[in-house]
């Protein structure tokens, strides 16, 4: 019976996955991805690609969502299993809340991502300030920002993100439990796919 040695991740919880290991006593490593990334499948599918190859010879857990559209194919040819989910947003919240607010109209905001907006949204969308918002503002009604146990203060960054999606901001405060069930589950599905 072989445990899993190591989460690979995206890095938008990598402060809550940690805490999560600790608190549980996993004896697991992590390795966690820039969240950037999601808005590069190319380099999000070979960052991912190469991380998996070095740490190949060692049981792992990986904790993404269906963040590329290959992602289970990618999982697939290096024999991991990831978490249950569609994003990061739905593995944390519980996919009833994600869902309650995503019909609402939420644009997510962990603190990784407010902290790091300008390189991470930037990159994609440079230029006119105007075409961001009315892209914002054509899918999303109001921008929820998460707060967990283990985040900073990260308010003025989230005031920032607000101002230029002209999107509302609003605040949840969540704990780490729909998280760690997820994670508990992921590893045990490791252990059991290794017997």
């Given at each position: ?55 190949a010879a060692r ?26 989910g569609q994003n ?108």
């Amino acid at each position: 019976m072989s445990q899993a040695e190591l989460i690979i991740g995206c890095g938008i919880l990598k402060k809550e996955i940690r805490c999560l290991v600790e608190k549980n006593g996993w004896h697991v490593q992590t390795k966690f991805l820039p969240s950037g990334l999601h808005v590069d499948f190319d380099r999000l599918q070979s960052g991912l690609e190469a991380c998996l190859q070095q740490n190949a010879a060692r049981p792992a857990a990986v904790f993404y969502g269906a963040c590329h559209p290959s992602m289970d194919q990618i999982l697939a040819a290096a024999h991991v299993i990831r978490t249950p989910g569609q994003n990061c947003v739905d593995i944390y919240l519980g996919h009833e809340l994600f869902s309650r607010e995503l019909e609402q109209g939420a644009f997510f905001l962990f603190e990784d991502w407010a902290l790091h907006w300008q390189e991470i949204v930037g990159s994609v969308m440079p230029g006119d300030p105007e075409i961001m918002r009315n892209i914002f503002c054509s899918a999303h009604t109001y921008l929820l920002a998460i707060r967990t146990p283990c985040s900073g203060d990260f308010s003025a960054e989230a005031k920032i993100v607000s101002d230029m999606t002209s999107l509302e901001l609003r605040w949840i405060d969540v704990g780490l439990e729909h998280l760690e069930a997820n994670l508990a589950t992921t590893l045990e599905r490791v252990k059991a796919d290794r017997k």
